[in-house]
């Protein structure tokens, strides 16, 4: 903010029975000085003291309120579709790369892929924002753009939940078209997040992730898990059986994906040897999101819901921690069939 650079006489350069106007006094012929030497004038300018604006008292908040407002300007300007007001802001913001990218990020939001490029063109850095807002919307037109002016979909970026890096790649696995589109521009799909002890904001992805293909397999899609092996995915860094047991898909298309992934993976295998997971078993994973259908397929295709070694828990103790009753209720009378003397009436799961 520019200082009101306007000057003043200091209050106590006169007397007090004089102003500025009535100086210097005219002098008597005889007698002593009208004034004394304390109150003698400043002899030029340069020696007066500027008056000067007081500015405000947190230059944080005031910087906070004042891009507040102007990002509220674009983004009504914006969704307005209102390109003349969209130009003259971006007068007032060509030295100003954070609003730049702000306005970027509501144009993507907004899908209008003339005002992207026309922000674009103003020399906008692309950053995480921009790519996060580009993930939601999941649309290959805007990753085109990006692309057109220098994005790469090996860059990482982060969210602003986490502030953690990331790849986009395993972000927009539901769109198989933007996965293909993704796959054939280069994304490597053995790259992910770093580990939790490796997070932030200019972490290298990991090379080995296990991210795009246990991703695929919550998504109970195998076209997709297919797609990423084709283009060199390495099986042997997930643990996909895993996260088809925890899926939130339907029970059917969970069952389709745990049958094609079960025989790259044991039944009864943890997670952690595959990485530093550590959370269990295909079963495990299946009680914490409580999948009862899952759980079925699992104990029917062998998996042991006492089976302890390598975890802190047993599948049948997670689900009596957090009081799970109908896979209780399963696992009892899973141990009872178990229990069964040949001849004797068994339950069927």
């Known amino acids: ?17 004089m102003s500025f106007q009535q100086w210097p006094p005219t002098p008597s012929p005889n007698g002593p000085p009208l004034v004394s030497q304390q109150h003698a004038p400043p002899q030029n300018d340069f020696q007066r003291k500027p008056v000067l604006s ?3 008292q947190d230059l944080i908040s005031y910087e906070r ?19 003349e007001g969209i130009v003259q802001l971006l007068g007032k913001w060509k030295h100003g790369q954070g609003l730049l990218k702000a306005g970027l990020g509501y144009a993507i939001e907004t899908g209008n892929l003339t005002l992207v490029r026309l922000f674009l063109k103003q020399g906008v850095k692309i950053g995480s924002n921009t790519i996060e807002s580009a993930v939601q919307i999941r649309s290959i037109a805007i990753f085109e753009l990006l692309f057109e002016y220098g994005w790469r979909p090996n860059d990482t970026y982060y969210t602003r939940d986490t502030y953690a890096s990331r790849m986009v790649l395993p972000e927009v696995l539901a769109s198989k078209d933007l996965t293909e ?18 997070h932030s904001i200019d972490s290298p992805p990991r090379s080995n992730s296990p991210d795009a293909l246990n991703r695929a397999a919550l998504l109970a899609n195998i076209d997709t898990f297919k797609l990423l092996l084709d283009h060199g995915a390495q099986i042997k860094n997930c643990c996909a059986l895993h996260y088809a047991a925890a899926s939130n898909m339907s029970p059917d298309e969970c069952k389709a994906m745990m049958e094609y992934l079960e025989p790259n993976f044991p039944i009864n295998g943890f997670d952690n040897a595959r990485g530093p997971f550590g959370l269990g078993t295909p079963l495990h994973y299946a009680v914490r999101t409580e999948k009862i259908e ?17 975890a802190k828990q047993s599948a049948y103790e997670e689900a009596v921690r957090l009081k799970y009753v109908a896979a209780v209720d399963l ?18 799961i």
């Open 294 to 310: 899952n759980i079925k397929w699992l104990l029917r295709r062998g998996a042991d819901p006492f089976f302890q070694k390598g």
């Open 331 to 348: 696992f009892d009378q899973w141990r009872r069939e178990k229990l069964c003397k040949p001849g004797e009436r068994r339950e069927s």
């Open 65 to 83: 309120q004042t891009r507040g407002r102007a990002c509220s300007k674009m983004k009504s300007a914006i969704h307005a579709n209102d390109s």
């Open 181 to 198: 589109w993704l796959l054939k521009k280069g994304a490597d799909p053995n790259l992910g997040a770093p580990l939790w002890g490796d």
């Open 1 to 17: 903010m520019p200082f009101n650079m306007t000057y003043a006489v200091p209050q106590q350069s006169f007397p007090p029975h």
């Open 54 to 56: 007081k500015p405000p």
